[in-house]
């Protein structure tokens, strides 16, 4: 299950963080997170030790999606090394979201 993150912790469990990062930026209502979930799940399972997998809730965390400029979710942000090197806006099938992490593996 991927961990939730905050302004507090986003420093050191994304951009100081040894692995690539996806992070996940999404609400309780919305209903394509809630439809994400298991295929970020089943990323987080078949990626585990290459990719870190965390979870951004933009209701508590708005200062955040200010940051990355989250104008609608879900969106899933891919940082590596401390920069975000892929943006993915919506629901995409497993499949198309692996074509986009591996090459930053």
Do not use: Y
């Amino acid at each position: 299950m991927a961990k939730s993150v905050t302004v507090s912790t986003f420093e050191a469990e994304v951009l100081n963080a040894k692995t690539p990062v996806l992070v996940d930026f999404w609400a309780v209502w919305c209903g394509p997170c809630k439809a994400q979930e298991p295929i970020i799940a089943e990323l987080e399972k078949s990626l585990a030790g290459k990719l870190k997998v965390v979870k951004v809730n933009v209701d508590e965390e708005p200062d955040l999606s200010q940051r990355f400029t989250v104008m609608s979710i879900p969106t899933l942000l891919l940082f590596k090394d401390g920069d975000p090197v892929e943006t993915v806006i919506g629901v995409l099938p497993k499949s198309e979201l692996e074509t986009k992490i591996k090459p930053h593996l």
